[in-house]
């Protein structure tokens, strides 16, 4: 396996300069489908850092009991309610959507198992992030494994690796999906070929991250990058850095570990993209 450091360079030649008569249409259309009754925030944070991530159009859908809360706490995305009040039943994306998140908040429901069985079966060439609970159901449905949609990003932490019981590469390899291993250095699975490579975050980063919803801000930010038109490699790594470096900022900005909350990561992503393009 290729192990490759994620540096300043790396990062600076992936990024993308801005067409200044471009519009919202050239950023991509993405869909996230987080939120359950108790942990609307989880579904707020992911959209706030999607969309201060650069995505073009946001439609989250989100269980009944939370369309108030996100159509209040981010106007700047679409907001679709599922017809039951606490949890998924049912996902169908705007005609357009280039690209799904699921998983923050969703809950076990298996109302919602279902939901996110169909909504693969339904869009089986739109790549999908999943995080938090859909690696949960995954993990409890493992012959759902060969329907992901190739191209698809997984961003596990430890424990949910675990659960998914099996080892990172080798998932990677298998169903052609990327895996994020979330931790003190996070490292990004990439299948090619011939092989598995492996890009690791040393750099940035910090224990004031472990604190829960900083998973969350990580998906909306690789979502965006994925509606950018990113590879899934790119918006993986890319996110990864971002996401880390928006985090040290912050404390650079005079918070401390223990202070540090998953929305001051989101009010450093500006600064943080802005140094990157060294």
């Given amino acids: 396996m290729q192990i490759h450091p994620i540096t300043e360079a790396l990062i600076s030649e992936w990024l993308k300069t801005r067409d200044p008569f471009s519009h919202k249409g050239d950023y991509g259309r993405a869909s ?9 925030g989880a579904a707020l944070l992911s959209a706030r850092a999607c969309m201060r991530s650069g995505v ?3 439609t989250v859908h989100v269980p009944e009991c939370g369309y108030a809360i996100m159509q209040q706490g981010l106007p700047e995305a679409k907001c679709q309610a599922d017809q039951h009040y606490t949890h998924h039943t049912y996902v169908e994306v705007p005609l357009g959507t280039e690209v799904v998140g699921i998983g923050p908040g969703i809950g076990l429901h298996v109302q919602t198992q279902w939901a996110l069985h169909r909504l693969m079966l339904m869009y089986p060439n739109i790549p999908m992030v999943f995080d938090a609970d859909a690696l ?20 596990p932490h430890p424990g949910e690796m675990k659960r998914l019981g099996t080892d990172p ?3 990677a390899a298998q169903y052609q999906l990327v895996i994020v291993l979330k931790g003190h250095h996070t490292c990004i699975y990439v ?5 598995v490579q492996m890009y690791e975050n040393t750099l940035h980063g910090n224990a004031g991250m472990a604190v829960g919803g900083s998973g969350d801000v990580l998906t909306g930010i690789i979502l965006a990058l994925m509606a950018q038109h990113y590879t899934a490699k790119e918006a993986a790594v890319i996110g990864v850095w971002i996401h880390a470096l928006a985090a040290d900022l912050a404390l650079a900005d005079g918070n401390s570990m223990e202070s540090l909350l998953p929305s001051d990561i989101i009010s450093h992503l500006g600064v943080a993209f802005n140094t990157s393009r060294i």
């Fill in 32 to 40: 996230l489908v987080a939120g359950s009754v108790g942990m609307i």
């Fill in 56 to 58: 073009g159009l946001l």
């Fill in 136 to 155: 949960n159901i995954l993990a409890e449905n493992p012959h759902w494994f060969p329907q992901i949609p190739k191209g698809s990003i997984l961003t």
């Fill in 169 to 171: 590469a080798e998932l």
């Fill in 191 to 195: 299948p090619t070929d011939n092989t």
